[in-house]
């Protein structure tokens, strides 16, 4: 940078707010002012396309996102801002301030437009185009071209990016170097907007095009920048500070490391332009200067003692906290010692010459020559070369205290980043301090490292050697967060396998965030600071500038001052009320008495005092205020700036109002805080309510003006009530109260936005202050200024000044910024009365770090936010995806099995068969549920439809004839039809009732032998003839079934002939059996009354006997009657017998026929299959919950235990099973198939209940080997003990054999009955052995002997399961003796997948002593 | 140990023992293909004696041997008694019969 920019830099710090109040243009001081506008914007490529400044300049016009103009905000480069802002410049600054009300961005576009410094690296990177201007060749250097405020900004803008690490020249390929540039654009980039709406781009909604055309470095942003960048962004209130402390080390030494900045303090003092602007800005001096003194920078300060590590740091508690930026006077104290082992804090001897760096005042005062820094700093680095001679500077000024104050600032550094690295190291002598390696060496003077003193210690830089000591920030820089990924591949379980690709895109994807995200604070916090200092300075002069601005504005329109409503300043609003008359603090007593005030009285008009037409005027704009929000003319944004780019971009529209914009985007911010990173969505809801609270709040307002000074209801009303104005008592009711209340509320807030943005006609403002003033008092019950006269108020009294009560005593003047409408009671009450609740924390904004003690060993070995670092999710990849077929979710399963088949039902069908067996049952059982509903269904239907069928032919009825013609079925049954047919109920009761009497007094009578027939006669005759009436009734009804077939058959003449045949038959009958016929019921009884009534009449009319109005039989013929009918009945009884007999006997004959069939069948497919049938049920059966539980305990079992016994009692402890048995590969030993084979044998033996003649047999493992090798009549006695013999060996059905050969298991099976000898060896699917088999045959005859007939002997070859696995022949052996033992197939019965599940059966049934109970095989 | 084992004792003790002790004592031979143990014990001594003896001398532990007599597993409470064991009778000794597959 030339020398004369520097010194410019130098002084022009001060000049800047003047250069902005006074903003003479840039051209008018310039010598080549005359300049014509159209060159001006051609100036800004005059920049390097990469520099900084480049980026902070707006941009070419470049397409806008869509989202952008979807706001309705227009291109940024449109003719109309060109224009604009070309107009800005050229015009007069003061004219621009004034047409424009955006004043106070002429500087900045100025400076813009018109670039303070060329830059000098690289001039060939500038566009040809530009280049090839005249104006551009031959620019003038540009400290003659810029003004002062440009020079001003440029300092401002260049000094904030020298506080950070430049890339080194030196070093081309520096990772930082991305970021710096990165970081500038993006934080540097929108920094002239800080100051107020600019219109450049956000830099947080540039897209990619927009980057790719504007050469602006486009890095998608991510939430947390924004989050920084809008906390840098947002003007004023809403900026944010960062703490300081969290400044980098980096920062320090970046800072010492600047070559460029080499201070001049003769320069400095004898600048005459500096004194000068101090002396015109005596306020902002000392925040100004500090960044015009660029080295002792103020990062170095706080970096070097916090005071949160002095206050908590229990290490050091005779150590006095030291803070020698803060303390002027010489540091009397020892100065701290750093807290690390080989520290000897020795009290350091004071040293006044040198003062701590912040003490020195903004010009630093040179040296003393007896306290030059060459004598005190020896020695003197040998080559100065190697040091920046930033830092040989500082430490010159600084003295001894810098080498101790560097090596604290290191290490609060490391602290403060949590950073696990050693300190520098202390080398021993300068010597090997030459000789060593590091960026900076700390070395002691006299050897002793172990008692480090600002006095021997000492620091030297080397530049050249760009190694820092520690490593901990490297993982910051992006390459190396990717490379620690790299190297964290092989750390990811690195004894299984490599992790996937994936994994260690997550990890680094997880680990990226942290660090970048540290960095942008780290970088965000400095910047920050310097930000703040410059607001500090700067701000409130633009603030001021800009409320200045509407303030002339708004009294040139106005053309008076307002001088109710300004203070003396001229800028402020003031809320004018009556003096408190009751609402006041508990306790105070008001200071004068309004009531008596002298003549105090009600007005005759309320809107006397604030003006009909002010009145309106206000009314009219917030009318229109509504109307405008509800006809949607009001723009949405998503941050302050941005809504004031908009509205600034469309001033000229006329289709939005600014005021309701800007309200309601006070009211969204207000209720939801910052809304920039929200979505649209969300945004619009959010700006949607606050519409509408709003407006809420508008109609409030609204109708309060109507209330109070339109409609006069409550004035009236209070009018009427109280004489004279009452100064302590409500005046409406209390919704009134707190209606107002509320427009109180509202209207203060309004105006508190007035003050920050929104400019107003003076008047209006004071109206509004008015009708708070009266607001407020109707909710407070205080005197309302508007509704009450005295003399002197509103300009009544105006002639007559005698006895006019000055207003300071009557009345309070309250700026807004002070003025609360808050509650009565929070006035009488306030909060200071009562205790303070402990105070709440300010949150940081930066995440504080707990204390911990500097220099302990940190526990955690991983940050905390990485909450497992060893931890990879397993990758989807190898899950396996269900297809479900969507069909399923809608329709009934129909490929679901009705049931599911058994394996041997399986193995017969085959694949297809399978399928359609089971949609067989499938469609049956589909059909039962299915077709069962869908006739209920149509029943119903039906149903239904009938019924309204009926309904409406009724209804049809009913409205053509309403009172003949109903139908019968539907009619209603009238009382008539009622009691008839309770009448007939109650007779055909009686009549019942009559017939069982009747039998049984018959009954009893015929069967009596001891009377005479007269007698009986005469009894039966009786009750028989009763009353004729009843006889009558009796025949009358016959509610029994029709009689029997032959009745139609018997015509009435030959009626006689037959009932004697019958009877003659029945005689026959009679003598042949003995009559057991039953009593003649009493349907029997009214046929033979029917036949007897017909009898009597003889003829035609016997067939109707109701007819006959009497009758009488005689007592013998009715015997006769009653006999032949006895006898027909009986007779038609045996025929019917021999009927059913001879059918039964026809289906006897046909089931027997058919079970022989069967049988023989099944005896077929038996001896097909080896004497084998199908087995019941499965034959592995899953356990219950209980046994599943006792086999698991098995494994805790005690290992000597006695688990089980088998039948031979051989102990089972928990090897056999735990060990042998139940894990899926084991092998199983003798023990468990001895143990499962002997307990077969045992069941089925139980079973058949025969113990002397058992059905089954079995041998144990070593009974083969033994006839084996000893010779087949070696057993004898292990035959006599399994009770064989040759006498009952025929009738035995099976003899199981297991035999194990060559770590086989395998078993052999003799059964007698059907003499078959078979080998089942599971590994050939039953097949066996001809050796095997062969010397069971021997067994065979030698036991037999001369019974042996060789005939009904054969070698079988079953067929069974065959084993595909190498370690399940035993469990396949055993179950396979229990297919034999029962007589049941092996093949089909179970497969090989089933025995890990029979392993733990078998385990099951030998804790169980067998196979019974819960194992029992009778279900098979 | 009354029925202390006589290792590799020759067997024409048997007679005499016999004779001498006939209803008290038996010599019984234990042997598996490499050694031959006898072993003099009282009749109703249980075998189990004889076998952890046996297992002892010969380095295995009694889980993985099987004693049998005549093709049949001898128990350790069973007793030359209840196998009707006679002087002579040789035990044999097995190793425990593990299959998998072939």
Known sequence: MAPSIKAVVKSSWGFVSSALSSCRSPKASDSAGTEDEAELPRKAPFFKKGSKLTKMTPQPPTPLRRRRADFGFPPLGSERDREWEQQALSANPHHFRRTTGHAHFAPFVAFIQNPPYPDTDDEADTDDQTASTPSDAHAPPAEHTTSPAAIAISVFLEAIPDQFPKPAPTQPSDPLRFQDDYLTSRVFGPLPQICGPLPAPCPYEISYEEARLSSIPYTPVSFDEQRILSSLYTPFGHCRAFPLHAVSRHLIVEELNQDSFLPDAPDLVEDGSDSEISSLHPEPQSQASVPVQVFPAPFFQ??????????????????????????????????????????????????????????????????????????????????????????????????????????????????????RCGLPTIFDSKDSAEAGKGHLRFYVLDGNRFSVTEENLRVLQKKTDLQWHCSCQRPKKLDLVYRKHIYDRDYINPRKRPAEESEVELRAHTAQEEPMWGFVTDRAAAMTATIKTFLGSWCPKFISDHIETIQTRSRAADGTESAQTTDASGDRIVVKRFKRQHALPLGTAPTVDLSNIPGLRWTSDPRRYIGPENIKAIYALYVQELVDIEDGKFRGA??????????????????????????????????????????????HEKWDQARDKYVKNLVGLLSFIEEIYDKDVEFTSAKSRFPKPPTDRRLGKVEFAQATGAAARFITWLLHGKSDWVSMPAKMMDTLAKMLADADAIHKHELVPSWVEYPGHNEEAGSDTTGIIAPSILWDEIPIEKFKAEASHEVRFPASMYPPTPARREMPNVVENSPVPVLKKRQAAFPEHVASPHYVATPMKHRKLAFVNPIVKVAHNIREPARVLKP??????????????????????????????????????????????????????????????????????????????????????????????????????????????????????????????????????????????????????????????????????????????????????????????????????????????????????????????????????????????????????????????????????LAAAGGLRNPKASLIAPLSQDWVQKVKDLSRANPRAKLAQTLEGTALDRRDFVEMLLPKTAWLND???NGSILNVAAAVNEAAASPEAPKCIAFT??????????????????????????ANFLSIDTILIPICQASHWTLAVVRPRDGIVAHIDSMRGGRGDK????????????????????????????????????????VFTITNAVCQALGVKMEGSYDEGQLTLQRSRIAAMLLNGGWKGDFGLGGL | ??????????????????????????????????????????????????????????????????????????????????????????LEVHQEQVGGSR
Request: aromatic fraction near 6%; hydrophobic fraction near 30%.
């Open chain 1, 302 to 419: 706080p970096a070097v003692g916090f005071p949160e590590t002095d206050d908590q740091d229990t290490d050091l508690p005779d150590a006095p906290a030291l803070e020698p930026e803060e303390s002027s006077s010489p540091p009397q104290t020892p100065i701290r010692q750093i807290a690390q082992p080989f520290f000897v804090q020795t009290p350091a001897p004071h040293h006044p010459r040198f003062l701590p760096p912040s003490s020195e005042p903004a010009t630093p005062e040179p040296v003393t020559p007896e306290a030059g820094p060459a004598n005190v700093l020896s020695p003197v680095p040998d080559s100065p070369g190697d040091e920046r001679r930033a830092f040989t500077y500082r430490r010159n000024t600084e003295g001894k205290k810098f080498a101790i104050d560097l090596f604290k600032a290191i290490r609060n550094d490391h602290y403060m980043r949590q950073c």
């Open chain 1, 1261 to 1286: 493992s070593f009974f083969y080997n033994h006839i084996k090798e000893k010779g087949p009549g070696s057993a004898t006695r292990t035959m006599k003990r399994a009770k064989i013999s040759k």
């Open chain 1, 1231 to 1233: 023990n468990i198939i």
């Open chain 1, 904 to 1165: 041997a039902e399986r193995k017969r069908l085959g694949k297809e068969g399978v399928i359609k067996a089971e949609d067989a049952y499938q469609l049956r059982e589909y059909h039962l549920k299915y077709d069962n509903f869908l006739k209920t269904l149509e029943d119903n239907i039906n149903l239904q439809k009938e019924f309204r069928q009926a309904l409406v032919a009724r209804r049809r009825v009913t409205k053509a004839s309403p009172k003949s013609n109903i139908p019968s079925d539907i009619a209603r049954p009238t009382t008539e039809d009622k009691e008839a047919k309770l009448k007939r109920d109650e007779e055909t009761r009686r009549v019942y009732e009559l017939k069982k009497s009747l039998s049984e007094k018959l009954t009893a009578l015929k069967e009596n032998p001891v009377l005479s027939p007269g007698t009986k006669r005469k009894a039966i005759r009786e009750p028989l003839i009763d009353t004729p009436e009843d006889r009558r009734k009796f025949l009358d009804v016959s509610p029994i079934t029709p009689v029997t077939t032959f009745k139609p058959i018997i015509k009435p003449g030959a009626r006689r002939q037959a009932i004697i045949d019958l009877a003659k038959e029945a005689t026959r009958a009679r003598t042949i059996k003995q009559e057991h016929s039953p009593a003649a019921t009493p349907k029997d009884r009214r046929q033979l009354i029917d036949i007897l009534v017909g009898d009597e009449d003889d003829g035609a009319e016997g067939l109707a006997p109701k007819k006959g109005p009497s009758m009488e039989i005689s007592a013998k013929k009715q015997e006769d009657l009653e006999l032949t009918r006895h006898l027909k009945s009986e007779v038609e009884d045996s025929v019917a017998r021999e009927i059913n007999a001879a059918k039964k006997r026809e289906a006897e004959k046909k089931a027997r026929i058919a079970a022989e069939a069967k049988a023989t069948r099944l005896r077929a497919e």
């Open chain 2, 1 to 90: 140990m009354a029925d202390n084992p006589e290792h590799n004792s020759p067997p024409q003790n048997d007679s005499a023992g016999a004779t001498g002790a006939g209803s008290e004592h038996l010599n019984i031979k234990v042997t598996d293909n490499n050694n031959e143990v006898f072993f003099k014990i009282k009749r109703s001594t249980k075998l189990e004696k004889l076998m952890s003896a046996f297992c002892e001398r010969q380095g295995k532990t009694l889980s993985s041997v099987r004693f049998l007599f005549e093709g049949q597993r001898v128990q350790p409470q069973d007793t030359p008694d209840t196998l009707e064991m006679a002087d002579g009778d040789t």
């Open chain 1, 638 to 683: 998503s941050s302050t700036p941005h809504l004031w780019m908009r509205l600034d971009a469309e001033r000229h529209s006329a289709d939005h109002n600014v005021i309701a914009s800007i309200n309601v985007h006070r009211t969204m911010e207000d209720m939801f805080g910052c809304v920039a990173f929200d979505n649209d969505e969300v945004r």
């Open chain 1, 1331 to 1370: 050796e095997v088999t062969d010397t069971i045959m021997e067994w065979v005859r030698a036991t037999l002997g001369d019974l042996f007939v060789s005939d009904h002997w054969r070698v079988h070859q079953y067929k069974a399961p065959r084993q595909l696995n190498g370690w399940d022949c035993g």
